[in-house]
């Protein structure tokens, strides 16, 4: 038996369903950025990450530069108790996982998601139930009858057609995509702030980073490539 979508239920159900899933998961995006509250520690890690590589570039750099140009910019980087690289950092910090601040701002993520979630499908059983509005273009099984054919109990009506209520979660978690491209870098945040706790391991030393970059840093021997130049070209 074939089921040809009506063009009322497609006006007034399947696009109006597509809309809200899109706006709300644009919404949760916009929310989950405006409740993050690591800022200041990526801001911490920045500055760690950029004086890192600071040093790593004068090392490598260093024959360019003169004597005293190389020497002040060491003494920037290493000299005693005023360097850069002598800035002292918490060795308590706690790592991503055990931080109650960072545990909060998941608990408030989770609620906010979790909240718009049942008001979505309470919206959607309320005022879009019983209808017929998809249909999976491949066979399936009866065991997919409860997935897809939420709140229309239909026993003779093939596997393969998909409900208002399991469509809206087929939506849900199928509009990764497109909420990419409609929200861009934003979008991306949220994937890597997802991943994060799964990455995150023991908190790093930064004063033992630190203090590795400047004992490699005193070791480095230099010595002008140019020194001489203008005389050597005026000579020939």
């Known amino acids: 038996?074939?089921?040809?979508?009506?063009?009322?239920?497609?006006?007034?159900?399947?696009?109006?369903?597509?809309?809200?899933?899109?706006?709300?998961?644009?919404?949760?995006?916009?929310?989950?950025?405006?409740?993050?509250?690591?800022e200041e520690q990526e801001k911490n890690d920045l500055c760690v990450q950029e004086t890192v590589l600071r040093v790593q570039r004068l090392k490598k750099g260093c024959k360019i530069l003169s004597d005293i140009s190389?020497?002040?910019?060491?003494?920037?980087?290493?000299?005693?108790?005023?360097?850069?690289?002598h800035k002292e950092f918490d060795s308590n910090a706690m790592p991503f996982f055990m931080d109650p601040t960072s545990q909060l701002g998941?608990?408030?993520?989770?609620?906010?998601?979790?909240?718009?979630?049942?008001l979505l499908l309470t919206w959607v059983s309320s005022f879009c139930s019983g209808c017929i509005l998809a249909r999976i273009p491949f066979p399936l099984t009866q065991?997919?009858?409860?997935?897809?054919?939420?709140?229309?109990?239909?026993?003779a009506l093939d596997v393969t057609y998909v409900s208002s209520s399991s469509l809206y979660f087929?939506?849900?978690?199928?509009?990764?995509?497109?909420?990419?491209?409609?929200?861009?870098?934003?979008?991306?945040?949220?994937?890597?702030?997802?991943?994060?706790?799964?990455?995150?391991?023991?908190?790093k030393d930064l004063g033992k980073i630190f203090k590795a970059e400047r004992e490699?840093?005193?070791?480095?021997?230099?010595k002008f490539r140019l020194n001489g130049i203008e005389d050597y070209y005026l000579k020939n």
């Open 1 to 38: 038996m074939e089921i040809l979508l009506d063009s009322s239920i497609r006006n007034w159900v399947l696009i109006p369903i597509f809309i809200v899933v899109f706006l709300a998961g644009m919404l949760r995006i916009v929310v989950s950025q405006l409740m993050d509250s690591k």
């Open 70 to 85: 190389y020497r002040n910019k060491r003494a920037y980087f290493c000299k005693a108790t005023v360097g850069v690289l």
């Open 106 to 118: 998941m608990i408030k993520k989770n609620a906010a998601y979790g909240i718009s979630t049942m």
């Open 143 to 155: 065991k997919f009858r409860s997935m897809l054919q939420r709140g229309v109990e239909l026993s």
């Open 170 to 203: 087929l939506m849900m978690f199928g509009m990764n995509g497109i909420l990419g491209l409609a929200m861009g870098d934003l979008m991306k945040e949220k994937i890597r702030d997802m991943a994060l706790p799964m990455m995150q391991g023991p908190a």
């Open 216 to 222: 490699n840093l005193e070791l480095v021997s230099h």
